[in-house]
């Protein structure tokens, strides 16, 4: 596509943002079982949480922050590399952010735990420096 890739990934922490914002908050655990990273969401079936994970933010700083960070590396990296190397960057960061996360918490005995993961703005980051 002739747009830059980090509009899109804006585009989701944007969207995903704004759900945590007008959740009820009654029902905060379901929020965070469909959205962040759990085991205990996993032995639900919820396999999509395996790929909003990466779209979490539980603060406005923290939302705002990681999409300007986004948004300035791939506009760079998009210049030098094009967006093919970029799309493919941020889907391995989140395939192999993904695969940690899961090991991780499969290694712990705990199934309370709930985690956002910043694999795409570290794989973006590698990226540069390797």
Known sequence: PNGNIGVGIIGLNTLIYGMYLIWPAHN????????????YGLS??????????????????????????????????????????VAKTCILSMAMGSAFMFLHHSTQNVNKAFHGNDAILRGLIFSIIF
């Open 28 to 39: 905060h655990f379901g929020f965070m079982n469909n959205f962040t990273f759990s085991m």
């Open 44 to 85: 639900k079936g919820y396999l999509h949480n395996m790929f909003f994970c990466h779209f979490t933010h539980m603060s406005a700083f923290s939302y705002l922050l990681d999409s300007l960070i986004i948004y300035l590396l791939t506009q760079n990296l998009s210049m030098m590399f094009g967006n093919l190397f």
